[in-house]
């Protein structure tokens, strides 16, 4: 680094804005086929891994050894077809998304574990069931089981690209500049050449932390190509709001990202000339709780539930089939949207709690982020793992009761109106505990669960076999409320499949390159309307490595 005029300068090969996982990726990969690489971003060195490291770490892949052992038979045509059922693309702009779809599945179903596995990427053995859909054969969800949990959550899966870059750094050929926030392209002769921005005052916050924004200089760094890796929007509610589809979002939400997932260098590119696109697909969850021990402003953990508690609107009444816990995210989320309030409900028993409840994020699984097999072998005994009796303990959206009309009573107070009638949400569960009853029966949630159980992932650690709710010796009655949960963006830049940020005529950008969710993880928007989960990790990953590439095959001389 050097000084020109009290601005700080920068020369790299490749500039590489973002140091997420796909920032992470994108540089190990430049740095593997010898190029000088500058990585920029604007938080602390402890943030150094943006959101990978609070992820489950949930990888999509497709036939894979973990699910042969299952029984699980998959195939790449089937999760093709998966894949474009939940995808739904029907928009011009889709063009490089769907060829980004193919590649992406086919990797998934090919290279990808063993590329992991050569890095020393494990994996845990019981594959989890994801976004299960519930609609025809050709519509939403996942078909089998793919939701390949790595052995060290986030931080496991960003393990091999920072002992790379720790190893660029140590060979002096890759330097991280943090509280360098970059805010515009350099263009030179019609190409990127480098970017500009502010050098932002120190900062002492911890990782996700909300950090200063003061200005304490400025700095240029020039380069032979530019990757934009720095993700969605998720901590900007203003800017998810703005770009709602219908502009119609909840009053109220909680943050599944930090703050500092602003999605302004996005906007910054855009104004450059880079074609954003599909900018109201968005990912957010509808199963989000507070967390009790907040890291970043309205900080909010996402339920992953078994099928067995019933969800229920504001007012009490049952989702439509197949909105079950688990089966279609997006689905549920419009839905909810439609019933004029905010906030939803499962409820459930102390016995569903026990084996059904998880909670997303790498701080909220110990055993498997630290690898712990002693404190994994716990959760088959009974009763609710740590993280969620902590929930239950401490948690403001949990309440309990031992009938039905105490419970609906408590779920009144908590929102302030009378929203539930009690005497009707004891007749709900009275009339699932029938059908239960009956032996056969024609609700479809209970016919979902022992669908379910066929599967031995769900047989052993996720799904309890169909009770009566209000039986006493598996109580208590258990509601949680439940408020949206930003998270993702599923648009993006426009790339082709080299990772050339396209624009608005379809033309490559010269020097600009994109990947992550900054990219729509792949042609702005890879999956369309909806996710099939596993996949954000996994694009991070796909797109990253091909940006890396891309912009080093660019850079040679």
């Known amino acids: 680094m050097g000084s020109n005029g009290g601005e700080s300068a920068f020369q790299a090969d490749v500039v590489v804005v973002g140091a997420g996982l796909s920032g992470l990726v994108c540089a190990a990969e430049a740095y593997n086929a010898g190029r000088r690489v500058l990585l920029l971003d604007q938080e602390p060195e402890a943030s150094l891994g943006g959101q990978a490291h609070w992820s489950f770490g949930g990888l999509f892949m497709v036939d894979s050894p973990e699910?042969?052992?299952l029984g699980v038979k998959d195939n790449e045509d089937l999760a093709l077809s998966d894949w474009m059922g939940s995808a739904a693309f029907d928009r011009p702009e889709d063009r490089?998304?769907?060829?980004?779809?193919?590649?992406?599945v086919h990797f998934a179903a090919g290279e990808k574990r063993a590329w992991l596995h050569a890095l020393g990427v494990r994996f845990f053995p019981l594959v989890q069931w994801a976004e299960r859909g519930g609609y025809d054969a050709q519509g939403h969800g996942n078909s089998v089981p793919r939701f390949h949990v790595v052995w060290g959550t986030g931080p496991g899966i960003l393990e091999p690209f920072l002992a790379k870059v720790a190893d660029g750094v140590a060979e002096g050929r890759v330097q991280l500049a943090f509280r360098h926030r970059a805010t515009e392209m350099v263009f030179e002769a019609g190409r990127v050449t480098g970017v500009r921005g502010d050098v932002l005052a120190g900062s002492t916050a911890g990782r996700g932390e909300a950090s200063s924004r003061d200005v304490a200089g400025a700095f240029t760094a020039a380069a032979g190509a530019v990757v934009v890796t720095t993700g969605g929007i998720g901590g900007n509610h203003a800017m998810v709001r703005s770009q709602w589809p219908g502009k119609a979002s909840p009053a109220y939400m909680l943050a599944g990202v930090p703050a500092s997932v602003d999605g302004e260098f996005q906007q910054a590119v855009a104004r450059a000339g880079g074609n954003l696109v599909n900018t109201d697909r968005m990912w957010h969850y509808p199963e989000g709780i507070h967390n009790p021990d907040p890291v970043w402003p309205n900080h909010g953990i996402r339920i992953l539930s078994g099928p067995s508690p019933l969800w229920l609107d504001a007012y009490g009444h049952r989702l439509p089939v197949p909105l079950f816990p688990g089966f279609d995210s997006l689905g549920t989320l419009r839905h909810l949207g439609t019933t004029g309030r905010g906030h939803s409900w499962f409820v459930l028993n102390k016995t569903i709690i026990g084996k059904e409840f998880a909670l997303s994020g790498s701080e909220q699984n110990p055993d498997l982020t630290g690898r712990d097999v002693r404190m994994l072998a716990k959760r088959a005994l009974p009763g609710a793992t740590g993280p969620v009796q902590k929930f239950l303990d401490r948690g403001m959206d949990f309440l309990h009761a031992p009938?039905?009309?105490?419970?609906a009573a408590k779920m009144n107070a908590l929102i302030g109106e009378d929203l539930v009638d009690p005497q009707g949400l004891h007749e709900?569960?009275?009339?699932?505990?029938?059908?239960v009853l009956s032996g056969l029966g024609k609700d479809a949630q209970l016919n979902a669960i022992r669908e379910a159980r066929r599967f031995a992932t769900d047989r052993l650690m996720r799904v309890v076999p169909p009770h009566p709710m209000l039986a006493p010796e598996h109580g208590p009655l258990i509601a949680v409320r439940l408020s949206v949960l930003t998270r993702k963006s599923l648009g993006g830049l426009q790339t082709d499949l080299a990772a050339r940020v396209l624009d608005t005529h379809g033309e490559p950008l010269a020097g600009l390159f994109a990947a992550g969710e900054a990219a729509g993880f792949g042609g702005g928007g890879v999956h369309g309307y909806r996710s099939l989960e596993g996949t954000f990790l996994g694009g991070c990953l796909f797109s990253g490595r091909s940006a890396g590439r891309s912009a080093a095959a660019d850079t040679a001389s």
């Not at 490089?96 to 992406?104: F, I, L, M, S, T």
């Open 67 to 69: 699910q042969r052992r």
């Open 96 to 104: 490089w998304a769907r060829q980004w779809a193919d590649a992406y």
């Open 428 to 435: 709900t569960l009275a009339a699932r505990d029938r059908q």
């Open 403 to 407: 009938t039905a009309q105490e419970l």
